[in-house]
Nanobody, 119 residues
Framework: QVQLVESGGGLVQPGGSLRLSCAASGPIVRTSAMGWYRQGPGKQRDFVATITSAGSTVYADSVKGRFAISRDNAKNTVLLQMNSLKPEDAAVYYC?????????????WGRGTQVTVSS
């Protein structure tokens, strides 16, 4: 089955950087939108960024100018470069992808990777 696996989370000081990666695997025929959401403690899951297969991007206002999303279509991976991190960026980050397996198209989610921003 289709799986998404995130990596790259960890502990970073305010002002620091992290790069998250998410790889999709399985019987993938086509991957359209890919992106990231995040969920802080006691909060709802919020949109962070998305990228189409053509490379068009959309960002949440809270991360514009600090985060950059990119993807490798051949490898079915999506990256999130996070710079100038703030304590309020701390959350579990989830990647998602809209994937067609040939018989159906669904949104798939990873299990999340923890990002902690603290001095």
């Amino acid at each position: 089955q289709v799986q998404l696996v995130e990596s790259g989370g960890g502990l970073v000081q305010p002002g620091g950087s992290l790069r998250l990666s998410c790889a999709a695997s399985g019987p993938i025929v086509r991957t359209s939108a890919m992106g990231w959401y995040r969920q802080g403690p006691g909060k709802q899951r919020d949109f962070v960024a998305t990228i189409t297969s053509a490379g068009s991007t959309v960002y949440a206002d809270s991360v514009k100018g600090r985060f950059a999303i990119s993807r490798d279509n051949a490898k079915n991976t999506v990256l999130l470069q996070m710079n100038s991190l703030k304590p309020e960026d701390a959350a579990v980050y989830y990647c998602y992808a809209r994937i067609s397996t040939g018989t159906m198209t669904n949104d798939y989610w990873g299990r999340g990777t923890q990002v902690t921003v603290s001095s």
